[in-house]
Nanobody
Framework: QVHLVESGGGLVQAGGSLRLSCTASGRTLSSYFMGWFRQAPGKEREFVAGITDSGDSIYYADPVKGRFTISRDNAANTVYLQMNNLKPEDTAVYYC?????????????????WGQGTQVTVSS
């Protein structure tokens, strides 16, 4: 069983940067498609970014394209989300999720494993 733990959230001013990390224990992430999702108060959990098991394909939601970068280090069993030029509308709880497949998915119901989430707050 994979256990995911996110870190790196916090409070930042608009235009600033944060780097989120998601570290796994219990099982290697090397066979998982990994994604980052976020959920703002009163809103549905939405896909932010995803990366295939090998890291050779990457996907982003339109609102974060050009500002966020997802990456992974399978040797360290860790996935990252570098967030630059943050905006107040990026404020949300950010979740790391794993899908035991090499196939991409943008749908939260297709991910079997979730972290507990980390709060990101962007002030204007």
């Amino acid at each position: 069983q994979v256990h995911l733990v996110e870190s790196g959230g916090g409070l930042v001013q608009a235009g600033g940067s944060l780097r989120l990390s998601c570290t796994a224990s219990g099982r290697t992430l090397s066979s998982y498609f990994m994604g980052w999702f976020r959920q703002a108060p009163g809103k549905e959990r939405e896909f932010v970014a995803g990366i295939t098991d090998s890291g050779d394909s990457i996907y982003y939601a339109d609102p974060v394209k050009g500002r966020f970068t997802i990456s992974r280090d399978n040797a360290a069993n860790t996935v990252y989300l570098q967030m630059n030029n943050l905006k107040p509308e990026d404020t949300a709880v950010y979740y790391c999720a794993g899908r035991r497949s090499s196939r991409r998915s943008y749908y939260k119901d297709n991910f079997e494993v979730w972290g507990q989430g980390t709060q990101v707050t962007v002030s204007s």
